[in-house]
């Protein structure tokens, strides 16, 4: 089981990051095959609004964009993480799902994934406003439904984990009892 592990954050180390670290903890322990990268790590290029990759076709644009796809072609499972910002994922979450289409076939309902993998998705957000502000101003809703658009058009089980009241942006981490949960889900994955 091959499991691909994808930070849409700028911060290493940081709450998004250690959540993910902590899903794909749990794939390790349980025998399965980790890749962890950063979209910050990769050159992409915003959408240029052509469509070609809403014809089945490859994005015709010249950067690192294909070889994240490459990577998501042979994931069995993916977790996803991006920090809220402004109640919705980062621009370099959208940039890269802007290019994807081409990862999904054009059907009545749009873009959606035939293909049996990845058979499960983790999507991970973190925020600044404690809970319930987080989920009452919509921002881990905001952040979640942006992903979802994108994630749930594949054929795979989606889970969701989130991290609200990151408050300080030097010292906040996610809890204990939630790195646990993100361990026991990767292990079920
Ligand atoms: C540009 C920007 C926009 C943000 N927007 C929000 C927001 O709308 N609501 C919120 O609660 N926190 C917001 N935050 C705070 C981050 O979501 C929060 O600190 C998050 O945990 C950072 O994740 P990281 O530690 O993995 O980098 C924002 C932070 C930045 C830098």
């Known amino acids: 089981m091959k499991c691909l592990g994808i930070l849409a954050g700028p911060r290493k180390g940081h709450a998004t990051d250690r959540l993910i670290e902590a899903v794909l ?4 322990q ?3 095959e980790v890749e962890k990268i950063s979209l910050y790590d990769y050159n992409i290029k ?8 809403q014809m089945n076709k490859k994005c015709p644009i010249e950067d690192d964009h294909h070889i994240i796809l490459e990577k998501m072609e042979e994931a069995d499972s993916i977790v996803f993480g991006s920090p809220a910002y402004w109640s919705n994922v980062t621009s370099e979450a959208k940039k890269f799902m802007d290019r994807s289409a081409s990862f999904f076939e054009m059907t009545a309902f749009g873009p959606r994934r035939k293909k049996k993998k990845p ?3 983790v999507l991970i957000t973190t925020c600044g406003a ?6 009452l101003m919509g921002i881990i809703p905001g952040a979640v ?3 979802k658009v994108f994630f749930g058009r594949m054929n795979a089980k989606v889970h969701v984990i989130y991290a609200a009241g990151m408050m300080d942006p030097a010292k906040s981490l996610p809890s204990e009892k939630l790195m646990r949960k993100a361990r026991d889900l990767g292990k079920s994955l």
């Open 119 to 121: 058979s499960k998705i």
């Open 130 to 135: 404690p809970f319930p502000f987080s989920h």
């Open 145 to 147: 439904g942006a992903m």
């Open 46 to 53: 915003p959408c240029a609004g052509c469509s070609a990759c």
């Open 30 to 32: 349980s025998g399965g």
């Open 25 to 28: 903890e749990g794939v390790k």
